[in-house]
């Protein structure tokens, strides 16, 4: 019977383990030196390694060679962990467990002996599930179990526990894989399968995953079967859906050269392909990123394919650093806009239109707002000034007439007219 590729390659050991070297680390060097706690905390995302890091450890501690960081994996013991049937590993699903009663239930079985092994191992998958009344029925045997008791949980949402169950316990953080990571793995598992693949198909599963090596795994899956035995870039992109990044770029670059009717026609083919505007604009926002990126810090920049690393080159040495962060900023508003907008495809193509409308000038632009007559007489001005230039030579000295003006003069007033005499009276 065919076993998917997650449960057929999941690491049995701390040496098989992709990534999480800071908690093998620890675990290792603990087991090692005796150090060991009573009770561990596994948080992280989906498919980091969670469960599997918790059964590698109930392993280590009860493999018949003694408590070791590396079992033997031929021990009756080591065969039963690995095959799910050892009877002291008790894995419980918190998620349908969630009542006091199945919590008492189970504590009522912790002062027991282990049958078989050196240790009896709660594995709590989910932890943060349980009820209050459960974590409270939890605490004093959490606190002081018995010394052949381990508890080992994990868990998703670390926020949803109390406070009183994690300061009782060692908590792991378990990080996302990053996309080298989980490329490197997924390449080495199709060479065992004998499965031809392209390498960007497999760096496009990877990014696709987000840091889970189980959602790659499962892609992986199903690109074979959508590649019918084979996994080719183009099936990868089809079967999930993707934009290809070349018309990204293209996008970006008209929109910096304002090459209007190429922005148009990358419009069209978006409607026409029916594409998901908001991932298109979300991988516009984050090939901006990886530009900025690439400009200032190109060690932590990703690897493409030789043709996009190419292209992502070329923008990066024609836009500066300064409209890139204007672009960014521009696509970053456009998205938290976009479910305001009548619809999605309004929202992105106003976007767009946003990014052209507040583009950078280039030094031989004019703003086209400015008044025609406006520009044509400083188009005179500037050519009467270099006639005038060319005319007079630079160190010839020009005379300036002095025109004074007369000083204003307050007017004299005028002599006030002489009183006429009366007439003499007639005799």
Request: proline fraction near 6%; aromatic fraction near 6%.
């Amino acid at each position: 019977m065919y076993q998917v590729l997650a449960r057929k390659y999941r690491p049995r050991n701390f040496n098989e383990l992709v990534g999480q070297n800071h908690v093998s680390r620890a675990l290792s060097s603990a087991l090692e030196r005796g150090r060991l706690h009573h009770a561990y905390l596994f948080t992280g995302t989906r498919g980091v390694g969670k469960t599997t890091i918790a059964r590698i450890l109930a392993k280590c501690l009860n493999c018949e060679t003694g408590v070791t960081s590396t079992p033997c994996e031929v021990c009756a013991t080591c065969k039963a962990v690995n095959e799910g049937r050892f009877i002291d590993l008790i894995e419980i699903d918190a998620a349908s467990r969630t009542k006091v009663e199945d919590t008492r239930e189970l504590l009522d079985n912790v002062p027991y002996a282990p049958t078989q092994g050196r240790f009896k191992v709660y594995l709590i998958d989910e932890v943060h599930m349980l009820s209050t009344h459960s974590f409270n029925a939890l605490l004093k045997t959490l606190e002081e179990p018995p010394e052949h008791v381990k508890f080992l949980f994990a868990t998703t949402d670390p926020q949803k526990l109390p406070i009183t169950v994690i300061s009782r316990c060692l908590q792991f953080t378990l990080r996302p894989l990053a996309v080298d990571e989980i490329t490197k793995h997924l390449g080495a598992i199709l060479e065992k399968e004998q499965i031809n693949a392209d390498q960007d198909a497999i760096w496009q599963i990877a990014e696709s995953a987000q840091g889970s090596l189980r959602d790659a795994l499962s892609l992986t899956d199903q690109a074979i079967a959508y590649g019918q035995g084979s996994v080719h870039h183009q099936d990868v992109k089809e079967m999930l859906g993707l934009i290809d990044r070349t018309i990204i770029y293209d996008l970006i670059l008209a929109i910096h050269q304002n090459q209007r009717e190429k922005v148009s026609q990358l419009l069209l083919q978006f409607r026409h392909q029916a594409l998901d505007v908001s991932l298109v604009l979300d991988q516009l926002i984050s090939t901006l990123h990886e530009l900025a990126i690439l400009q200032y810090l190109p060690d932590l920049s990703l690897k493409y394919s030789d043709e996009i690393n190419r292209k992502i080159m070329q923008l990066s040495k024609l836009i500066s650093a300064q409209d890139l962060q204007l672009y960014y900023q521009i696509a970053c508003k456009g998205r938290s806009d976009l479910q305001l907008a009548v619809t999605q495809e309004q929202g992105f193509e106003m976007c767009v239109l946003r990014l052209l409308a507040f583009r950078p000038l280039a030094p031989n632009e004019i703003l086209v707002s400015e008044p025609v007559q406006q520009n044509e007489q400083a188009v005179v001005n500037h050519q009467v000034q270099q006639q005038v230039q060319d005319i007079a030579p630079v160190n010839a000295v020009q005379p300036v007439e002095v025109i004074s003006q007369p000083a204003m003069v307050e007017p004299e007033p005028e002599p006030e007219p002489e009183p006429e005499p009366e007439p003499e009276p007639e005799p």
